[in-house]
């Protein structure tokens, strides 16, 4: 069906009580002390970003981020969906609801409507619906921001006087703003590369069609040949049974024209009275 993207993101407040796997994974890149200088003002941690295909699970998911169920189990600790708005309360899936990674009790992403992405945090219970920082929703959202910087504004500012523009949250780059077009456009483009898969895709598919098409043709003669084989084997046995049965029968009539020969030969030379009864008379 397709691949999607999962992000779990993790409150700072929470990066103590998960394992030591959690911790080294969630390091501070270098675009993360961009958007955050000093890295004071940061409080979601991304712990889990993957392509996951979309009929994985969601247990399946959580499992990846090695400590986020034993953390969801201590039950002071909330997970949330925030692909949806307002998030959503979502802690009682991978515990209770979908606690299955196969069966009955599972979900999988398309279901849960994590398809072709998802992002999900994890916070305290206490603090509530979880709110992102704007560094942080603009990396959520990056598909829809402009990924290259504009040139020349200054230059072209006479020609772009009256039309409003859009600056990306959380900067105060003049560089950074751009127009309603240009993201329209990087939006509308955000698809492009994926055709050439698509395309290939779909030869790989129709040459599997065909090929499962030839192994069928081949197994149906082979098929064939083995029935006609049985049907001719069927055939001369019918034919040596016939035969038999019609030479038993023959030997039968032989038989009992000879036995009335023998009689016919014993009457003929048979001596005595003829009048004596047939039960008197002796060999």
Request: one cysteine or more.
């Amino acid at each position: 069906m397709g691949d999607s993207r999962i992000r779990i993101w993790m409150a700072q407040n929470l990066l103590s009580l998960t394992s030591s796997t959690i911790a080294d994974t969630t390091s501070t890149s270098d675009n993360d002390k961009q958007l955050l200088p000093n890295n004071k003002n940061k409080k979601w941690k991304e712990v889990l970003n993957k392509l996951f295909s979309s009929d994985t699970t969601i247990r399946e998911v959580c499992n990846e981020a090695e400590g986020l169920v034993k953390l969801l189990e201590q039950g002071n600790v909330s997970l949330w969906d925030c692909t949806v708005h307002p998030p959503k309360d979502i802690t009682d899936w991978p515990l209770t609801l979908y606690h299955q990674v196969k069966g009955l009790q599972s979900r999988t992403l398309h279901e849960a409507g994590w398809f072709p992405s998802g992002t999900l945090r994890v916070s305290l219970t206490s603090e509530g619906t979880p709110m992102a920082t704007s560094a942080v929703l603009q990396n959520d959202e990056a598909q829809y921001n402009k990924r290259t910087r504009f040139h020349d504004v200054e230059s072209d500012k006479s020609s772009t006087a009256n039309i409003p523009s859009i600056q990306l949250n959380g900067t105060d780059n003049a560089s950074t703003m751009i127009l309603p077009s240009q993201l329209l456009e990087s939006v509308t483009h955000r698809f492009e590369g994926e055709e050439n898969n698509q395309q290939s895709s779909a030869d790989n598919a129709l040459q599997a069609l065909r090929e499962r098409r030839r192994n069928q043709q081949e197994r149906t003669a082979r098929e064939h040949v083995r029935f006609q084989k049985l049907e001719s084997q069927i055939q001369r046995l019918e034919q040596q049974q016939q035969q038999q049965q019609q030479a038993s029968q023959s030997t039968k009539n032989n038989k009992t024209v000879a036995n009335q020969v023998q009689r016919m030969l014993i009457k003929s030379r048979a001596t005595g009275a003829k009048t004596l009864k047939q039960m008197d008379r002796v060999l």
